[in-house]
């Protein structure tokens, strides 16, 4: 099992900006939630949102379309050379579902129009 930081996170996922993640990360929650997928799915998402969403802000992207398929290369080379608060990488698996969470939000945005 994968240790968690006891540490608050700042607010993330900012709903102010319309257009940008936090309004429509939030959107794509409650999307998930209608299409009747399991609390446990939804909630793993929004980790895996908040995730992607803090290491977007530290490259300076604030917005869903910055986002091309460099930065998301990028973003999977991070995650791979990440150390957790203890030293430890995180997994291939923790991995993989932190991309899916990211695969599933870029397409839902493509359907919704974003």
Known sequence: MRARSSRA???????????GFGA???AFLRWQEVKGFTEAT????????EVHVAWCLTQ?????WEVTRGVLE???RWMYSHQTDD?????????CSL??????FYGWLSKQGH
């Open 9 to 19: 996170r700042p607010e993330l996922m900012d709903r102010s900006d319309p257009r």
């Open 87 to 95: 030293d430890k990488s995180w997994s291939f698996r923790y991995q």
């Open 60 to 64: 300076q992207i604030t917005r869903p």
């Open 99 to 104: 991309l899916v969470t990211v695969r599933a």
């Open 74 to 76: 990028e973003y999977q």
């Open 24 to 26: 429509l990360g939030q």
């Open 42 to 49: 939804v909630t793993t998402r929004k980790r895996g949102l």
